[in-house]
């Protein structure tokens, strides 16, 4: 049996209803290369926007919570905007030169 939207829980970060597929991800709070195991599931766009904007570094020693996530004003322009969009939307995050 398929998953309904309204089975899933909304998408932590942007809080757009979820719908079961390739618009959704699954996020480790603390990274893999920093021996995180937890994860959560999240809008596929959400997921690489984190990615974007933060190094594994800082994932894994400060921003490892929703809450500090949403700490930094790019994470909250990014919630603002995409929590018009279709919650399937999805389109690519550049990395900022700063970090290439």
Known sequence: MKASPSMLPPCPLC?????????LNEHHMVP???RGRDTVTMHRICHSKIHSVFSER??????HTIERLLERDEIRK??????KKDPEYFDRNR??????
Do not use: C, D, I, N
Request: net charge positive; proline share 10%; hydrophobic share 30%.
């Open 15 to 23: 809080g757009r209803a979820m719908v079961p597929g390739p618009s």
């Open 32 to 34: 893999k290369s920093h």
């Open 58 to 63: 800082e994932l894994a020693t400060y921003y």
């Open 95 to 100: 990395k900022p030169s700063h970090r290439r």
């Open 78 to 83: 990014f919630v603002g905007w995409v929590r």
